[in-house]
């Protein structure tokens, strides 16, 4: 049975004696008790709220529906819930809860403000573009290629529902994008123009062309002939009169409106109230407090230092020229390149027993959950990232997955391969997402929550480890190391380039051009991506630092004291929170040390 906030406020109050000077009738239930009381309801709520959230984890119980995230009414509640919850934590007295309460305590808080503050900037009149939309997901959804599950009828029987919600969905977001268009609210119009395709592609005319017929051509052997055949009509009828009607509406308008009314600029400075809209996502992406110009110098700061690292490498192989020269040759080389799409997938699946032995030697603490590599499908690839990671349940129901992109093999060196692997799976996404989610000792909410710098910060120092853990042996591995840290560090200055400082698509793509190993297809997929998602790509390199200047001084504190095994299991099990605790955090921990 849930229980309501208002019950746990009243427990809370008992025991305070609230408003009165008689001692507490009830006092059984502790400050720690009701927090968890209260952690406990809203996750409940908010998976009500968010069926999708409940599916990504394994829970199924609203596998029927979706949310239309984007209507004044989910948004509305979402809010009220955010300010209701708020207020409940902020009766609870925080000085008296332990440690790990505290943690959450403060977790939780800092979730439900930056959700409150950045309901005044208008993210729900541009809901779709190129690198995140409902109708690229859906897809990956309906298809069986991700979380929702095509093993039973009532497997089944539920998608047909939630393909019903996402008809709704998509005229909600159709909407949207008319009113931002009237407030002056638009997503740039190169990144349409590249979303627009990938929607075509599943407006057939033959059910069997479908993504979406997949799971009829997969059904399950034991299925019932008579639940085979009506499910199988009832798939035919969805995907032809509901599902393909919903991509060939918001196809429509796109081409038929919005393009002409989409922004020629690419940066988020140039919406309403733009500056004030990067900074706030400047401070969430990287939970600091630090200002979009102080990112950017950091950025041509790493940039420089690495560039030198790259000279050594080059001397180590005996490559005469200047740097622009190495990187020419380390982009066209045809050693450095696989003939076939399959050749890149296998390489990476060659490399999972490998690294995971060897991450033995720095690690103590594994995920139990099984892990897998798959081939970003084709529907998507050509506006997909490198790699991507996408968790698995920690009933083991679902595989982790490391998506790699195998789309135009020239821009796919194999020299980048084994820092994307360490990033990606193991010991980076892999570790760092299912040790966090296994750990049953944290509240719900903090085992499937997460902070972008935390988790990226954590991906690109696991890249870092490849020497210590014993990877990059061979030299242009390491280049495609400290490729893959330089680009990191590119994107600092870009995507404040980009959202803060004006400079355009053409500037981007120079300077990428410029500064690293980067083929034209990668660039523009990548600096496409910085415009679609602004202050995402900050996080990597200033959780990186952050995660690295904290290992650095617990060395030196601890010395002969210090275990390295010890210390990647202290910044994992307590999972992802803000750089400023994870700070505090290890702190307390080398001070436990030194007694």
């Excluded at 020239?410 to 997402?433: D, T």
């Excluded at 040790?435 to 929550?449: T, V």
Aim: with cysteine; hydrophobic share 40%.
């Amino acid at each position: 049975m849930k229980l309501r906030l208002s019950a746990v406020l009243a427990a809370v109050c008992l025991v305070a004696a609230c408003g009165s000077e008689e001692p507490a009738v009830i006092d059984t239930v502790d400050g720690g008790t009701a927090l968890h009381a209260l952690f406990d309801e809203h996750f409940e709520r908010n998976l009500e709220l968010n069926p999708l959230r409940a599916t990504f984890i394994g829970d199924y119980r609203y596998n029927d529906r979706m949310a239309n995230s984007n209507s004044p009414e989910y948004r509305a509640a979402a809010e009220a819930m955010d300010e209701e919850f708020l207020q409940g934590l902020l009766e609870i007295d925080r000085s008296q809860l332990g440690y790990q309460d505290q943690l959450s305590y403060d977790i939780f808080r800092i979730n439900r403000e930056q959700s409150l503050e950045g309901n005044q900037f208008p993210s729900h009149l541009q809901p779709i573009n190129q690198f995140y939309s409902i109708t690229n997901f859906f897809v990956q959804l309906g298809s069986g290629a991700s979380a929702h599950r095509f093993k039973t009828v009532k497997d089944y029987e539920d998608f047909l529902s939630r393909a019903d919600d996402f008809s709704e969905i998509i005229d909600q977001i159709v909407s949207n994008m008319k009113e931002g268009m009237q407030a002056g609210v638009t997503q740039p119009r190169i990144l349409m123009a590249k979303l627009q395709p990938q929607i075509d592609a599943h407006v057939v005319d033959n059910v069997e062309d479908s993504n979406f017929y997949t799971p009829v051509r997969n059904m399950p052997e034991d299925f019932s002939a008579e639940d085979r055949e009506r499910l199988t009509a009832a798939y035919e009828d969805k995907i032809m009169n509901t599902i393909v009607p919903a991509y060939q509406r918001v196809s429509n308008f796109i081409g038929d409106d919005y393009l002409d009314n989409a922004r020629e600029t690419v940066g988020l400075y140039a919406q309403p109230n733009g500056v004030s809209w990067y900074e706030y996502m400047v401070r969430v992406r990287t939970t600091t407090d630090m200002t979009p110009e102080e990112v950017h110098q950091v950025g041509v700061d790493e940039v420089a230092r690495i560039h030198g690292e790259m000279h050594s490498v080059m001397e180590e192989v005996g490559f005469e020229g200047d740097l622009k020269d190495f990187f020419e040759y380390m982009n066209t080389d045809p050693q450095f390149f696989f003939d076939e799409p399959e050749q890149l997938i296998q390489g990476y699946r060659d490399m999972s027993d490998h690294i995971a032995g060897l991450s033995e030697d720095l690690f103590e603490i594994f995920p139990e959950t099984e892990f897998e590599v798959r081939r970003v499908e084709p529907f998507r690839e050509k506006s997909a990232s490198g790699g991507s990671y996408q968790a698995g349940t920690p009933d083991g129901a679902r595989p982790g997955v490391f998506y790699a992109n195998a789309y135009d093999l020239s821009a796919r060196p194999n020299w980048a391969m084994e820092s994307l692997y360490l990033h990606e799976a193991i010991p980076g996404h892999h570790f760092q997402i299912m040790i966090q989610r296994e750990n049953e000792d944290l509240p719900n909410f903090r085992r499937f929550g997460g902070f972008t710098a935390f988790s990226e910060g954590w991906g690109l120092y696991a890249e870092s480890l490849g020497k210590e853990i014993g990877v990059y042996t061979d030299p242009y591995q390491y280049f495609g190391g400290l490729n893959a840290e330089l680009w990191r560090s590119i994107r600092l200055v870009v995507d404040t380039g980009i959202h803060a400082k004006g400079w355009s698509r053409q500037q981007v793509l120079d300077y990428m051009y410029e500064n690293s190993a980067v083929a034209e297809a990668r660039a523009v997929s990548e600096a496409e991506r910085f415009m679609a998602i602004p202050g995402q790509a900050l996080a990597y390199k200033v959780g990186q630092l952050k995660i690295r200047a904290i290992r650095d001084g617990a060395e030196a504190r601890l010395g002969d004291k210090f275990d390295v095994k010890t210390f990647h299991t202290e910044v994992l099990r307590d999972g992802a929170m803000p750089l400023s605790m994870l700070e505090s955090k290890i702190d307390r921990w080398i001070e436990s040390q030194l007694m």
